[in-house]
């Protein structure tokens, strides 16, 4: 096991009511679950996302913790949070980097695995 990990995990889901095709707004709302997987307590600091829509335009979005928290997680401990995000396109991409402090004062860096968003597919 790895001294300094936390797994990062993405649901996604497709905003109609706050959307607005016709001006080409596609909000999105995604939950992460971010879980301890190392062996030392650590303390999330900061994100970096890399929002990217289907026209290959990027947003960069920077900042100090997550929805307000900066969690500090034992070992085997996860926090979950909710937030969301526009696009001009009716797909695209998120990963990133949460950057993040251990106890002893080790630094690291978790990855956010890249993910879709997307519009659900209609049956016509």
Same mark, same amino acid.
């Given at each position: 096991?790895? !001294? ?6 993405v ?5 109609e009511?706050?959307?607005?095709p016709? !001006? ?9 679950t971010? &879980?301890n997987?190392g ?8 994100? $970096?996302w *890399? ?5 290959d335009q ?6 100090? +913790?997550?929805? +307000?928290?900066?969690?500090?997680? !034992?070992p ?5 949070y909710?937030?969301g995000?526009s696009?001009a396109?009716?797909? +695209?991409?998120?990963r +990133?980097i949460?950057f993040c402090?251990?106890e ?5 860096e978790? &990855?956010?695995?890249?993910?879709v ?5 209609? *049956? $016509?």
């Amino acid at each position: 096991m790895a !001294a300094y990990e936390m797994t990062v995990t993405v649901r996604t889901q497709y905003l109609e009511d706050q959307s607005n095709p016709d !001006a080409s707004q596609y909000l999105f709302a995604y939950a992460v679950t971010i &879980k301890n997987t190392g062996s030392v307590t650590a303390q999330l600091i900061s994100r $970096h996302w *890399l929002i990217t829509d289907a026209n290959d335009q990027v947003q960069e979005v920077r900042g100090l +913790g997550v929805v +307000g928290h900066q969690p500090l997680l !034992a070992p085997g401990e996860q926090f979950e949070y909710t937030s969301g995000t526009s696009l001009a396109t009716p797909q +695209g991409t998120m990963r +990133g980097i949460y950057f993040c402090v251990a106890e002893d004062g080790e630094q690291f860096e978790s &990855k956010i695995p890249e993910f879709v968003l997307s519009l659900p597919r209609t *049956l $016509h």
